[in-house]
């Protein structure tokens, strides 16, 4: 399926109307690589201060379920990324880890509820 896509990507200089249609009809893929922080792992660091705390130690790349849009949502393919603050920081789970807000964002709403995962995909 991702080559599917991959290849609709790299042709899509072509803008015909057939090669747009193509696009737009292709299938959402039920599932992707993402490199995610695991909820069960929030502890793995205590201890041990800031320095040496080793994100490759926390970051795991999983094949991680494509979520559901909701209302105002679009979902976006993302053919590549890099690492910044905001990742090492949630690898690290400093300054607060990102599973706590994600627990209180859960609650505010049904459709919300869906972001309470035992994983987080990093990136922002």
């Known amino acids: 399926m991702m ?7 790299m042709t899509g200089g072509r803008r015909s109307p057939e090669r747009q249609a193509e696009f737009a009809s292709l299938a959402v893929p039920e599932s992707y690589r993402g490199v995610v922080v695991r909820k ?17 130690e926390s970051l795991h790349v999983d094949e991680v379920a494509t979520p559901e ?3 105002g949502e679009a979902l976006v393919a993302v053919m ?4 910044n603050y905001n990742t090492v920081w949630t690898s ?8 706590g ?10 459709l919300a509820r869906r972001h309470d995962l035992p994983y987080h995909v990093v990136g922002s």
Do not use: M, N, Q
């Open 3 to 9: 080559k599917h896509i991959l290849d609709a990507i």
């Open 80 to 83: 590549a990324s890099s690492v």
């Open 40 to 56: 069960d792992e929030v502890g793995l660091f205590e201890g041990r201060v800031s320095r040496d705390k080793d994100p490759r």
């Open 69 to 71: 849009l909701g209302p």
């Open 101 to 110: 807000f994600l627990e209180r964002y859960g609650r505010t709403s049904p």
């Open 92 to 99: 690290i789970f400093e300054p607060l880890s990102t599973f």
